[in-house]
Structure formats: structure tokens, C-alpha cells
């Protein structure tokens, strides 16, 4: 689904999911972000590598949304080999003033996953980035159910979360409403201020 065009006729937003997975769970999440933003999505590989193109791809960005698994309470290794190889556009702050999100999946309903989005957080901020929150009301109620968006509650960005046992086809469908909303927000954002 592409984002909507700004109603100025301004240029479409380009935004950019860039993501790692081990075992597919948060590539489905990511799946479901670019969906919702009309975004491009980015895979880092098992080795912490971009695809050949990469970093261009992220120079002409509006947004770039993080995504990354919790792994032992923060980013996976892959993701933070990624983070720290963008030192070399942070060096000329070559992504000042783009929009930036965060999400990430784990097994845990909590398992740390706040301290993984604070990361992605520091990072778009060590880049001089805006940040973009979650933007949706929480499932907190006695009537709300594992299936309802925002169940996991989250404000600063999105979050899954995938039982151990259970593949990615198994992902609650509410956790993917909520990262296609998330996407959509951050397409919403960027083209508001974009105008
Ligand atoms: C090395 C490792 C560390 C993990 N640490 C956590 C953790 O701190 N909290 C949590 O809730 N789940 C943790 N998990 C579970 C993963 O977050 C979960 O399996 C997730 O769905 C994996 O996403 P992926 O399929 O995109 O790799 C860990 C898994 C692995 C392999």
C-alpha cells in the first residue's frame, strides 16, 4: 500500500525500513511496517552487512524506521554492526532532520524490549534525527484482548512479540495491525511536515 501523496502535490515521501532477523519473526514485522508506510524495506544480513546500494538508498530517505529483535535486552549484533558502520554518514550528520521510528519483536511480553527501541532511539539521535512515537491509544483495559492494537503498550515505537516456540506465520495479528499502523503513522508524519 503506498503511502498517500502530501495534498500539496508535493513528492511522494520515500521512507526506508531497515531491519535485521535472525529467524524471520521481526522480518515479518518489518514486512508489515513498509506496508503501512509504502516504504522500501532494507535487510541487514546474518554477517551485520546492507545489500549492495544500501547506504544510498538510505541517503535519499524522507524516514528510515529501525528494526531489530530483542536479543539479551538490546539490538542484535548484526544491528549494532550496522549502527556503528553509520558513523560514516553520523560524521557529516548526512541524515540531520530525517524522520526516524523504532520497533522490535521478542519472546518475552516485556523481555527488555524498551531498552532495544532506547537504542534505536540514541542512535537517530546521535544522527540528529526526529524521532516519530508509536501514536496509537493502548489495549489496557478489562475488555482488551492479546489480538487488540497496542496491546504490548508501547509509546516511543512499535513492538511484536512472538512466543519462542511459535513461528512467524504464528505472530499475533494484532501486533501486525499494530506495525502497519505504526508504518502508516510515520508516512503520515513525514508527509505533514514535508508539505
Ligand atoms: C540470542 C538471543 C537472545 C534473546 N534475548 C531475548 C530477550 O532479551 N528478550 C526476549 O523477550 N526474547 C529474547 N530472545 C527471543 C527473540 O527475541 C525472539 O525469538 C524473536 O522472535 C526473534 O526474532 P527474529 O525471528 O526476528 O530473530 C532472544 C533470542 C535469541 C536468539
Redesign the pocket.
Known amino acids: 500500500m503506498p503511502n498517500a501523496a502530501p495534498e500539496t502535490g508535493a513528492p511522494m515521501s520515500k521512507i526506508v525500513v531497515v531491519f ?8 515479518r ?1 518489518a514486512q508489515a511496517v513498509a506496508q503501512g508506510a509504502g516504504a522500501e524495506l532494507l535487510a541487514i544480513d546474518a554477517d551485520g552487512n546492507l545489500p549492495a546500494g544500501g547506504w544510498d538508498t538510505l541517503a535519499q530517505a524522507d524516514a528510515i524506521i529501525f528494526g531489530s ?6 539490538v ?1 549484533w548484526q544491528f549494532k554492526k550496522f549502527a556503528e558502520a553509520s558513523s560514516k554518514p553520523w560524521f557529516v550528520q548526512a541524515w540531520k532532520d530525517k524522520f526516524a521510528a523504532g520497533f522490535t ?4 511480553l ?4 524498551q531498552l532495544t527501541l532506547n537504542t534505536l532511539y540514541a542512535l537517530a539521535m546521535q544522527h540528529s534525527m526526529l524521532w516519530v512515537s508509536q501514536g496509537l491509544m493502548p489495549a489496557n483495559k478489562k475488555a482488551s484482548t492479546r489480538n487488540d492494537v497496542n496491546h504490548l503498550v508501547s509509546y516511543s515505537g512499535a513492538m511484536a ?2 512466543p ?1 516456540d511459535a513461528s ?1 506465520a504464528e505472530m499475533s495479528p494484532g501486533d501486525l495491525d499494530t506495525a502497519r499502523l505504526f508504518g502508516q503513522r510515520v508516512a503520515d508524519v513525514t508527509a505533514k511536515f514535508r508539505r
Do not use: L, R
Open positions: 535485521h532477523s535472525g529467524y524471520g519473526h521481526t522480518q514485522m529483535p530483542t536479543y539479551m535486552g538490546s542484535s519483536n521478542s519472546a518475552g516485556n523481555g527488555d524490549k512479540q512472538s519462542a512467524p
